[in-house]
């Protein structure tokens, strides 16, 4: 008879469980972020546009002239006087605001000069009335309604304070001698300070704009922009935000105080899907920048073909993040970003304790962004250099990445219904052909020691990801190797599904919401620690599983056995190994390994004694031991290529039968436990004494051996 037959509720429970964690995955959190009307990426019929030195067409300024003289006082004399001839024409047929001036631009190709000031636009400023106080539009998960260009057209400041709705070729710049010498400042009242919508060609220089409820700049469906030494901070989500454009430059910019990204160039055009890493060219090159003291220095939900070099990124929570984990992107999964020469350093700030303590709940107004108050929109491990949550065929190159509490750099693949496709074709889509070599790891350009807590955080899944050879600490304890050539990679693996504690980490960890002041508990991004942790929980709940099944095992099958007991000591140590370790800090990767070490030297043990008395057992108790040590040499030595899933996942469902086989095993009556070899044992010293009479018969038949006898003749002869 089959043990399923004998115990029914074994497959029930392994259903059950694999049920529950479907519907786990299926109840995950849904994603909050940018929300735009649906978009399609430009043609790729344009390019980048080129500064133009010509006088300006139109000029913006204020009329206080005094308060003027006194802003250009220390410029460069040069620059002063040009300043003041402006303002003479200014005096005479300027605007003061810069919609005014957006609004008589008439033809391609005009320039908008912004003299030295602050433009709070009030004309832009109160709120909508008639019917832009009734526009029909959905709602999105932040409150606000996602517009129609139509409707952003018929009511432009509902949600801007400066609208460029399809102008082409338009150039805005400050004339100060420092882009804060320009200050565009929305005082919270709006989305955006300055939204160029279906506007290619757009040029933005030196200039500030800052405090709004979303973004500071926002270039949406343009083929060609550039963002040129602008300054932006102080925004509830994004300091410069590009999406679904094409032919984009930012360059020596700087952003901070932002509660999501400084620089966001989400959708970029998606030019290179299908490729490998070699491309004709990409979609937006950002160089020269610096983004601080915001949740992330730069993040992009399909941020496509993105090229990043020569920017520094620090003091964030995160130094740059990728990801495919937002639906209502083109562009999706996200693929093709290089990072070339960037300093990626000390992005280990801790902006949750501003959600914890109800100061993200009061208006933005009085928040304090303007003394160093941070509201993170979304969940992300802080304390790390470089994110990739779902991405393929990015190319992280000659970086310097260092002085992170946390990791280096951090891999993990995101399904893809949480971006809404339900295909299972598609739910392994991601976290494929990523990169990482030739990058300066733990040391500052001085060649200075800035180590990262550990360099590499991978959940394990996808195909063709590689790393540099050494990484300082790494989980798993090794990883594939990247060759010299682009697309050598040395140790592949190709794993489906990622390694289930660090799944159960990033489903629990991404329960967040900044709305409802909901901060997940057992998350260690969160502050938990120690027993807190989600990790933590699961090692303790296993651990007082097996240590309840392999005592009672011992006590009733192994104890006669100095093998069984010399075994299930081994198991004990592992258990306290297992749970010590997921308390340790992140460099101790090889405790886990060391548990699983001593774990499967207690199965091998315990099924080698119990194989004379319960051989279905032993073997089943064997097969755990070897998957257990398989899963101990593939997180510490090499990982196992060409296999789909992790040994963890066959050693835990493996684990769930052995629990239960075991369970039953050890409360049969009648059974003695083995005792230690003697002179007329078997080889192996751990067959079972001879029962007693009483003991005979009261146990259970022994499994039959074969009846060799021959058959009885009738009348009972021979």
Same mark, same amino acid.
């Given at each position: 008879?089959?043990?399923?037959?004998?115990?029914?509720?074994?497959?029930?429970?392994?259903?059950?469980?694999?049920?529950?964690?479907?519907?786990?995955?299926?109840?995950?959190?849904?994603?909050?972020?940018?929300?735009?009307?649906?978009?399609?990426?430009?043609?790729?019929?344009?390019?980048?546009?080129?500064?133009?030195?010509?006088?300006?067409?139109?000029?913006?300024?204020?009329?206080?002239?005094?308060?003027?003289?006194?802003?250009?006082?220390?410029?460069?004399?040069?620059?002063?006087?040009?300043?003041?001839?402006?303002?003479?024409?200014?005096?005479?047929?300027?605007?003061?605001?810069?919609?005014?001036?957006?609004?008589?631009?008439?033809?391609?190709?005009?320039?908008?000069?912004?003299?030295?000031?602050?433009?709070?636009?009030?004309?832009?400023?109160?709120?909508?009335?008639?019917?832009?106080?009734?526009?029909?539009?959905?709602?999105?998960?932040?409150?606000?309604?996602?517009?129609?260009?139509?409707?952003?057209?018929?009511?432009?400041?509902?949600?801007?304070?400066?609208?460029?709705?399809?102008?082409?070729?338009?150039?805005?710049?400050?004339?100060?001698?420092?882009?804060?010498?320009?200050?565009?400042?929305?005082?919270?009242?709006?989305?955006?300070?300055?939204?160029?919508?279906?506007?290619?060609?757009?040029?933005?220089?030196?200039?500030?704009?800052?405090?709004?409820?979303?973004?500071?700049?926002?270039?949406?469906?343009?083929?060609?922009?550039?963002?040129?030494?602008?300054?932006?901070?102080?925004?509830?989500?994004?300091?410069?935000?590009?999406?679904?454009?094409?032919?984009?430059?930012?360059?020596?910019?700087?952003?901070?105080?932002?509660?999501?990204?400084?620089?966001?160039?989400?959708?970029?055009?998606?030019?290179?899907?299908?490729?490998?890493?070699?491309?004709?060219?990409?979609?937006?090159?950002?160089?020269?920048?610096?983004?601080?003291?915001?949740?992330?220095?730069?993040?992009?939900?399909?941020?496509?073909?993105?090229?990043?070099?020569?920017?520094?990124?620090?003091?964030?929570?995160?130094?740059?993040?990728?990801?495919?984990?937002?639906?209502?992107?083109?562009?999706?999964?996200?693929?093709?970003?290089?990072?070339?020469?960037?300093?990626?350093?000390?992005?280990?700030?801790?902006?949750?304790?501003?959600?914890?303590?109800?100061?993200?709940?009061?208006?933005?107004?009085?928040?304090?962004?303007?003394?160093?108050?941070?509201?993170?929109?979304?969940?992300?491990?802080?304390?790390?250099?470089?994110?990739?949550?779902?991405?393929?065929?990015?190319?992280?190159?000659?970086?310097?990445?260092?002085?992170?509490?946390?990791?280096?750099?951090?891999?993990?693949?995101?399904?893809?219904?949480?971006?809404?496709?339900?295909?299972?074709?598609?739910?392994?889509?991601?976290?494929?052909?990523?990169?990482?070599?030739?990058?300066?790891?733990?040391?500052?350009?001085?060649?200075?020691?800035?180590?990262?807590?550990?360099?590499?955080?991978?959940?394990?899944?996808?195909?063709?990801?590689?790393?540099?050879?050494?990484?300082?600490?790494?989980?798993?304890?090794?990883?594939?190797?990247?060759?010299?050539?682009?697309?050598?990679?040395?140790?592949?693996?190709?794993?489906?599904?990622?390694?289930?504690?660090?799944?159960?980490?990033?489903?629990?960890?991404?329960?967040?919401?900044?709305?409802?002041?909901?901060?997940?508990?057992?998350?260690?991004?969160?502050?938990?620690?120690? #027993?807190?942790?989600?990790? +933590?929980? $699961?090692?303790? =709940?296993? /651990?007082?599983? &097996?240590?309840? *099944?392999?005592? @009672? !095992? %011992?006590?009733?099958?192994?104890?006669?056995?100095?093998?069984?007991?010399?075994?299930?000591?081994?198991?004990?140590?592992?258990?306290?190994?297992?749970?010590?370790?997921?308390?340790?800090?992140?460099?101790?990767?090889?405790?886990?390994?060391?548990?699983?070490?001593?774990?499967?030297?207690?199965?091998?043990?315990?099924?080698?004694?119990?194989?004379?008395?319960?051989?279905?057992?032993?073997?089943?108790?064997?097969?755990?031991?070897?998957?257990?040590?398989?899963?101990?040499?593939?997180?510490?030595? #090499?990982?196992?290529?060409? +296999?789909? $899933?992790?040994? =963890?996942? /066959?050693?835990? &469902?493996?684990? *769930?039968?052995? @629990? !239960? %086989?075991?369970?039953?095993?050890?409360?049969?009556?009648?059974?003695?436990?083995?005792?230690?070899?003697?002179?007329?044992?078997?080889?192996?010293?751990?067959?079972?004494?001879?029962?007693?009479?009483?003991?005979?018969?009261?146990?259970?038949?022994?499994?039959?051996?074969?009846?060799?006898?021959?058959?009885?003749?009738?009348?009972?002869?021979?």
């Amino acid at each position: 008879m089959s043990w399923t037959r004998r115990f029914p509720a074994v497959p029930a429970a392994l259903l059950a469980a694999l049920l529950a964690l479907l519907s786990l995955l299926a109840a995950a959190p849904a994603a909050r972020a940018h929300e735009e009307r649906p978009v399609t990426f430009p043609d790729g019929s344009g390019s980048v546009p080129e500064y133009r030195r010509a006088d300006p067409d139109l000029i913006v300024c204020k009329t206080d002239r005094p308060a003027f003289e006194r802003r250009i006082s220390a410029f460069p004399e040069e620059l002063r006087q040009r300043n003041l001839a402006l303002y003479e024409r200014c005096e005479k047929s300027g605007y003061r605001h810069l919609q005014e001036a957006v609004d008589a631009v008439d033809r391609p190709g005009m320039n908008i000069a912004i003299l030295p000031g602050l433009y709070e636009e009030e004309p832009s400023l109160p709120k909508p009335t008639g019917e832009c106080a009734a526009l029909k539009a959905p709602d999105s998960a932040l409150g606000y309604q996602i517009l129609s260009y139509e409707q952003q057209v018929q009511c432009r400041h509902n949600q801007n304070l400066v609208a460029i709705l399809g102008k082409k070729n338009l150039q805005i710049e400050g004339t100060g001698a420092s882009r804060l010498d320009v200050v565009v400042d929305a005082k919270y009242q709006k989305l955006n300070a300055i939204r160029a919508d279906k506007s290619d060609g757009v040029y933005f220089r030196n200039f500030t704009a800052q405090r709004t409820t979303f973004n500071s700049l926002y270039v949406l469906a343009a083929d060609g922009f550039v963002i040129d030494d602008v300054l932006t901070r102080w925004n509830d989500e994004y300091g410069f935000l590009t999406f679904a454009s094409d032919h984009g430059l930012y360059k020596n910019c700087e952003s901070y105080g932002n509660g999501d990204s400084g620089i966001y160039p989400g959708s970029a055009s998606n030019i290179n899907d299908g490729r490998g890493y070699e491309v004709p060219r990409y979609s937006i090159e950002i160089t020269g920048c610096r983004s601080h003291h915001n949740m992330v220095g730069y993040s992009g939900t399909a941020g496509d073909s993105v090229w990043v070099h020569d920017n520094e990124f620090d003091q964030n929570m995160g130094g740059a993040s990728m990801d495919s984990a937002f639906p209502g992107h083109p562009g999706l999964p996200q693929n093709h970003a290089k990072f070339e020469r960037n300093l990626i350093h000390d992005n280990n700030q801790d902006y949750y304790r501003h959600v914890a303590d109800g100061t993200c709940a009061k208006p933005p107004i009085e928040r304090g962004y303007e003394r160093g108050v941070v509201c993170p929109q979304i969940s992300m491990p802080p304390g790390t250099g470089i994110i990739t949550a779902g991405g393929n065929w990015n190319l992280y190159e000659g970086n310097w990445v260092y002085g992170h509490q946390r990791a280096g750099f951090f891999l993990s693949a995101v399904p893809a219904f949480i971006r809404g496709e339900e295909a299972w074709s598609k739910q392994t889509d991601t976290s494929h052909h990523n990169r990482y070599a030739d990058n300066i790891l733990g040391k500052d350009k001085s060649g200075a020691s800035r180590p990262n807590g550990m360099d590499v955080w991978w959940d394990g899944q996808g195909r063709g990801n590689c790393w540099q050879d050494g990484p300082d600490g790494s989980t798993p304890g090794t990883v594939p190797r990247c060759g010299e050539r682009r697309g050598d990679v040395t140790g592949a693996s190709a794993r489906l599904v990622g390694e289930p504690v660090k799944l159960v980490q990033l489903l629990v960890c991404a329960d967040y919401n900044v709305q409802a002041r909901k901060l997940p508990a057992g998350c260690d991004w969160y502050g938990a620690r120690g #027993l807190e942790r989600v990790e +933590t929980q $699961l090692a303790l =709940a296993v /651990a007082a599983v &097996l240590l309840l *099944v392999g005592g @009672v !095992l %011992w006590w009733r099958r192994l104890r006669g056995s100095r093998l069984g007991t010399a075994a299930t000591l081994a198991g004990l140590a592992g258990l306290a190994l297992d749970v010590a370790g997921s308390t340790m800090a992140l460099t101790a990767t090889f405790v886990p390994a060391l548990a699983l070490l001593l774990l499967g030297l207690w199965w091998t043990g315990a099924g080698l004694v119990l194989r004379p008395t319960r051989p279905w057992l032993a073997r089943l108790t064997l097969l755990l031991a070897g998957l257990t040590l398989l899963d101990a040499f593939d997180k510490a030595v #090499l990982m196992i290529p060409w +296999t789909p $899933l992790s040994p =963890a996942w /066959a050693r835990a &469902l493996v684990a *769930v039968v052995w @629990v !239960l %086989w075991a369970v039953v095993a050890s409360a049969r009556p009648g059974a003695a436990p083995a005792r230690p070899a003697g002179p007329d044992d078997a080889p192996d010293g751990d067959s079972a004494p001879a029962p007693t009479p009483r003991e005979a018969r009261t146990a259970e038949p022994a499994e039959a051996a074969p009846d060799t006898r021959a058959p009885r003749a009738a009348g009972g002869q021979a």
